[in-house]
């Protein structure tokens, strides 16, 4: 039985190295369609924990996971070795900048020593990492063309960039179309095989370097965009302009704008990092673009810092001393994930001043601050006691969180995600907008709930 033939009989044995956001839900999504399923990590923490059919990730539910470890469907080892029997495998692993803001490609460098040790005669390897254009050809191809594997013949090799929109309910892995560039014709024609059995659409180009480059392009389609809104929403703060209504009226426009939204900064795996690894790119063919680097300088923590101040000052108070209730900590509503949130940022900054605070997140019971100490997190509210905050700042917009319990408590409120829209009462404040007048005792009398 050739690949082709084991793929469509889902006899095919799919590795997925890397279990994090992007590779555990692919990894379940083959499990679910009747492939057996090894994941490869390091970690042997998660390793048990999904073993034992418990999910770390807010997308994937444990009863979904119980289901296909007890199917032995799907299993997670940290034993590389595994390779030997895989007919295809995807590389998940973490491509993360250094200190110098330039490619960490060490992860992807280190499932390429044990592909030369474990890969077996016709498997198919695909990278969905996000990182720059070349990469498949320079860092794989090339290594393992060297070890006497030629990629279209001894094995076959191909980029599909991943496109995991954590907590997205609308689009998932089976209706997000999925990019493939392959070496050599066979190999895109084998990944779009697999491909094809989870997802609904596969969408061909002419080599790695497109697909590749099409990631990029997307992520920093998204920050420079997020970087524009938010200096927009600076600029309508000190004018005294509502940034909000502004993006509401510029959005009935039916053609030629899109919708993008401030907030206290840009945050997550994808938008923060992605653009720093085509600037990277770019400048090794003398290349410099001016946008990229504008869109990673972002003043919005700060910004958000100096409007708690302002708060504060409203009710003679300052930052030292004052107690402070954080909601959210997350990157997103809804998600586990603070890989790179700028809510970590404002704590931070907060800390300095001296605030005394609390932080709640429904969804994260703990995050490490920079000095690595752990924090604990509240992970429900008690709306009766928000009484006892000087200010409360709302940074992720959990759908957990009942604004309106939260406006009624009469507590000094700064919105940075619009997330109070509709709701008018004399004690929010939102970034974005002019600071005016709050008055955290007329509220409770005052509230008013549109829309």
Known sequence: MNLVEKIQSKQAHIGIIGLGYVGLPLGVAFAERGFQVTGIDLNKDKVDTLNHGLSYITDIENETL????????????????AIRKLDAICICVPTPLNKNQEPDLS?????????????????????????????????????????GLTAGIDYYLCYSPERVDPGNKTYTIDNTPKVIGGV????????????????????????????????????????????????MALLCDMIGVNIWEVIHAASTKPFGFIPFYPGPGIGGHCIPLDPMYLSWRAKEVNFFSRFIELSQDSNMPRFVVRKIEELLNTQKKCINGSRILLLGMAYKPDVNDLRESPSLDIYELLKEKGALMTVNDPCCNMMFDASNERVELQHTMNYSELDNYDLVVLLTAHSAYNVNQIAESGVLILDTRNAFKGVQAPNIARIGDELGEVHPEAAKEKILVSG
């Open 66 to 81: 119980q289901t296909i470890v007890e199917k032995r469907t799907f299993r997670a080892t940290t034993d590389f070795s």
């Open 107 to 147: 992860y992807v460098e280190a499932v390429v020593t044990e592909l030369q040790a474990y890969l077996q005669p016709e498997t198919l390897v695909i990278l969905e990492s996000t990182t720059y254009p070349g990469t498949t050809e320079e860092r794989i191809e090339k290594v393992l063309t060297c070890s």
């Open 184 to 231: 050599t014709k066979k190999c895109q024609q084998l990944a779009e095989t697999l491909y094809g059995t989870i997802v609904n659409d596969t969408i061909l180009v002419s080599n790695p370097k497109v697909a590749e480059m099409s990631k990029l392009l997307e992520n920093t389609f998204r920050s420079v965009n997020i970087a524009f809104i938010n200096e």
